[in-house]
């Protein structure tokens, strides 16, 4: 497979590190509670993308067993720092394992995996689900793939391109949600947030 990942991208989270994940960011609250209300009781949870890691500390204070991973090995250590735990470098064509997860929670990370190596990490990530898995990962929305003013490639779906993505057939429910928010560039910007679950 071709690498699911834009050198360019992962060069700006290395340079800007302490920044990113300095900047006070808080846990994506309302997307979060969702996602974990349809998980069981100490579910084990895949985060990637975890950034600077607040998101699976809120996980973490909720009871759950989360392995937190993020693809820059320089925003992995400062998450690992805040966490106080490991944080695994995992890049998204690295993802190998099998019903291993009750949720995978990926939130503003898959937004940079080139489009057509899309479809082939969500069935990555489709395969290291339990039966009856869920998975939540949020994009930015678009028609066209294309940089923004930091050099950082997106895919820029549209809710449509998204579910073929995803492979409607893979899911018992596919949910695509769209609203308004802003991001590290502080821009207004269209969200989709994607809940899918696996078949149990």
Same mark, same amino acid.
């Given at each position: 497979?071709?690498?699911?990942?834009?050198?360019?991208?992962?060069?700006?989270? %290395?340079? !800007?590190? /302490?920044?990113?994940?300095?900047?006070? /960011?808080?846990?994506?609250?309302?997307? *979060?509670?969702?996602?974990?209300?349809?998980?069981?009781?100490?579910?084990?949870? *895949?985060? *990637?993308?975890?950034?600077?890691?607040?998101?699976? #500390?809120?996980?973490?204070? =909720?009871?759950?067993?989360?392995?937190?991973?993020?693809?820059?090995? !320089?925003?992995?250590?400062?998450?690992? &720092?805040?966490?106080?735990?490991?944080? &695994?470098?995992?890049?998204? #064509?690295?993802?190998?394992?099998?019903? =291993?997860?009750?949720?995978?929670?990926?939130?503003?990370?898959?937004?940079?995996?080139?489009?057509?190596?899309?479809? =082939?990490?969500?069935?990555?990530?489709?395969?290291?689900?339990?039966?009856?898995?869920?998975?939540?990962? =949020?994009?930015? %929305?678009?028609?066209?793939?294309?940089?923004?003013?930091?050099? $950082?490639?997106?895919?820029?779906?549209?809710?449509?391109?998204?579910?073929?993505?995803?492979?409607?057939? $893979?899911?018992?429910?596919? #949910?695509?949600?769209? #609203?308004?928010?802003?991001?590290?560039?502080?821009?207004?910007?269209?969200?989709?947030?994607?809940? %899918?679950?696996?078949?149990?």
């Amino acid at each position: 497979m071709t690498q699911a990942k834009d050198d360019q991208t992962i060069k700006f989270y %290395a340079n !800007e590190a /302490e920044a990113y994940t300095t900047r006070g /960011e808080p846990a994506n609250r309302r997307h *979060l509670r969702t996602f974990m209300a349809r998980l069981p009781m100490g579910a084990r949870v *895949l985060e *990637l993308g975890c950034g600077a890691g607040q998101d699976s #500390e809120a996980m973490l204070a =909720s009871g759950f067993d989360v392995m937190p991973t993020d693809g820059t090995p !320089e925003i992995a250590a400062a998450a690992a &720092k805040r966490l106080r735990r490991p944080v &695994k470098v995992l890049l998204f #064509e690295d993802i190998d394992d099998q019903d =291993s997860y009750d949720g995978v929670w990926a939130n503003a990370c898959l937004l940079h995996v080139p489009r057509p190596q899309l479809p =082939s990490i969500v069935r990555r990530v489709h395969a290291a689900l339990k039966p009856g898995g869920v998975f939540y990962a =949020s994009f930015k %929305a678009g028609q066209a793939e294309g940089r923004d003013r930091f050099g $950082r490639y997106y895919n820029y779906p549209s809710p449509e391109w998204l579910a073929q993505a995803y492979g409607t057939e $893979r899911w018992s429910a596919l #949910e695509i949600g769209r #609203e308004t928010g802003s991001g590290y560039d502080g821009q207004p910007t269209d969200w989709l947030h994607a809940v %899918a679950t696996k078949a149990g």
